[in-house]
């Protein structure tokens, strides 16, 4: 079965470089949330999309934006990036409605020197 | 502000020992409730429960939902080594444009042989 697809898997950037992070999500899944986590942290939520539009924000930085194209795929783009972004980024993606059970991405693994 | 107390942090268990993980949550507008099971990488889905009471089930794993008490168990029986893993446990909201999964902390289960 088709699962969330990430890219790339690996991002070596430097400071105040910027960066893009993209989700495929399942097919006909209508919902992508971002997440970030930090080594031996929980996965901490960012942002969401619903048909499009964002749905809901949590911790993400003003450096950090994001968005869901028509095709449902995501992108967040992260700018002047510093080192304690450093961090596993996953993407997941659900059903609003009927099945609200979120499926992971592998997740980009974000080192920032 | 939504919160999901997991607890133990850790545990470290012999093989064929049976482990009970605890998840507690306060989520306004509560919808479900998730268990993950994270290794190096991605979480991986296990179980999703919505209703309380009824145990949903998958090989040596259970897990039970009490919406009264605001808590969840995830039960795992005879443990084995394949089982060392973080286990997550995430809530889930409804209503309105908000929609987002909020993640415990996470119990960090060892199995020795």
């Known amino acids: 079965a088709a699962g969330v697809i990430q890219s790339p898997r690996h991002l070596i950037k430097e400071k105040r470089e910027t960066a893009t992070l993209k989700c495929y999500p399942i097919?006909?899944?209508?919902?992508v949330y971002w997440y970030q986590q930090g080594p031996g942290q929980d996965p901490q939520f960012l942002i969401s999309?619903?048909?499009?539009?964002?749905?809901d924000k949590g911790s993400i930085p003003d450096r950090f934006s994001a968005q869901q194209f028509s095709d449902y795929h995501s992108e967040l783009n992260m700018s002047s990036l510093e080192l304690g972004d450093s961090a596993l980024y996953f993407c997941?993606?659900?059903?609003?409605?009927?099945?609200?059970?979120?499926?992971f991405g592998q997740g980009t693994r974000l080192t920032v020197v | 502000e939504d919160k999901v107390v997991q607890s133990p942090l850790s545990l470290v268990v012999h093989e064929g020992d049976t482990v009970t993980l605890n998840c507690s949550y306060e989520?306004?507008?509560?919808?479900?409730l998730l268990w993950y099971k994270q290794e190096k990488k991605a979480p991986t889905f296990l179980f999703m429960l919505?209703?309380?009471?009824i145990e949903k089930k998958s090989g040596r794993l259970s897990s039970i939902l009490d919406k009264k008490e605001l808590f969840s168990i995830l039960n795992i029986t005879a443990t084995q080594t394949g089982d060392s893993a973080v286990y997550l446990c995430?809530?889930?909201?409804?209503?309105?444009?908000?929609?987002?999964?909020?993640f415990g902390k996470g119990t960090l289960l060892t199995v020795n042989p």
């Open positions: 997941a993606s659900s059903f609003r409605t009927g099945h609200p059970e979120a499926f």
């Open positions: 097919p006909r899944h209508d919902t």
């Open positions: 999309f619903y048909e499009k539009m964002q749905s």
């Open positions: 989520v306004t507008n509560f919808r479900s």
């Open positions: 919505t209703s309380s009471g």
């Open positions: 995430a809530a889930t909201n409804s209503g309105g444009s908000n929609y987002k999964l909020t």
